[in-house]
T-cell receptor, first 109, second 116 residues
Framework: GQNIDQPTEMTATEGAIVQINCTYQ??????LFWYQQHAGEAPTFLSY??LDGLEEKGRFSSFLSRSKGYSYLLLKELQMKDSASYLC??????????WGAGTKLIIKP | KAGVTQTPRYLIKTRGQQVTLSCSPI?????VSWYQQTPGQGLQFLFE???????NKGNFPGRFSGRQFSNSRSEMNVSTLELGDSALYLC???????????????FGQGTRLTVV
């Protein structure tokens, strides 16, 4: 079957770095997405990876290893506003997005 | 430009009733996808519409249906509501839809449906 695994909850300190991991199993692969969702709000797009490697976008970076079925989202210089859920989603060969349950990130001062 | 608009924001229905949710995509976007979000389950894909045609469908029973109009606005209908249908229903719009995955999808704020 198709499956996405990511930790349920993580805690980090303001100013620090945190890495949120995601492993996936899909029928075919058309890319890996990361979205951020603040409580009570809509998910917002963070990144899309389809090739192996690291994509950097300001304080956020996303990494993909297709051979390992693995991705991570790296958040640097954490700010309180980064407290949110981070959703990992993989697109299968039918262009359907398979979503993880999300990782709730708690930032402490 | 205006974002994705979902109406209503909140809805309470009784078991057995039916409900229709609406999604207005960003102007110019032709694809609308619908998702169900429940705590601990993540987003579950319902269906995608592109230019008034259902292009993709998830594993939901036939009680869940949708349609898209010529102005790209989409509606989702759930008949014979069950308690387990209580969830946040999100729609996402994009220019070309899921078959052009490198185009960003924009989500609406969702409709929170409670079935009692």
């Amino acid at each position: 079957g198709q499956n996405i695994d990511q930790p349920t909850e993580m805690t980090a300190t303001e100013g620090a770095i945190v890495q949120i991991n995601c492993t996936y199993q899909t029928s075919g692969f058309n890319g890996l997405f990361w979205y951020q969702q603040h409580a009570g709000e809509a998910p917002t797009f963070l990144s899309y990876n389809v090739l192996d490697g690291l994509e950097e976008k300001g304080r956020f970076s996303s990494f993909l290893s297709r051979s390992k079925g693995y991705s991570y989202l790296l958040l640097k210089e954490l700010q309180m506003k980064d407290s949110a859920s981070y959703l990992c989603a993989a697109m299968d060969s039918n262009y359907q997005l398979i979503w993880g349950a999300g990782t709730k990130l708690i930032i402490k001062p | 430009k205006a974002g994705v608009t979902q109406t209503p924001r909140y809805l309470i229905k009784t078991r057995g009733q039916q409900v229709t949710l609406s999604c207005s995509p960003i102007s110019g976007h032709r694809s609308v996808s619908w998702y169900q979000q429940t705590p601990g389950q993540g987003l579950q894909f319902l269906f995608e519409y592109f230019s008034e045609t259902q292009r993709n469908k998830g594993n939901f029973p036939g009680r869940f249906s949708g349609r898209q109009f010529s102005n790209s606005r989409s509606e989702m209908n759930v008949s014979t509501l069950e308690l387990g249908d209580s969830a946040l229903y999100l729609c996402a719009s994009s220019l070309y839809g899921q078959q052009a995955p490198n185009t960003e999808a924009f989500f609406g704020q969702g409709t929170r449906l409670t079935v009692v």
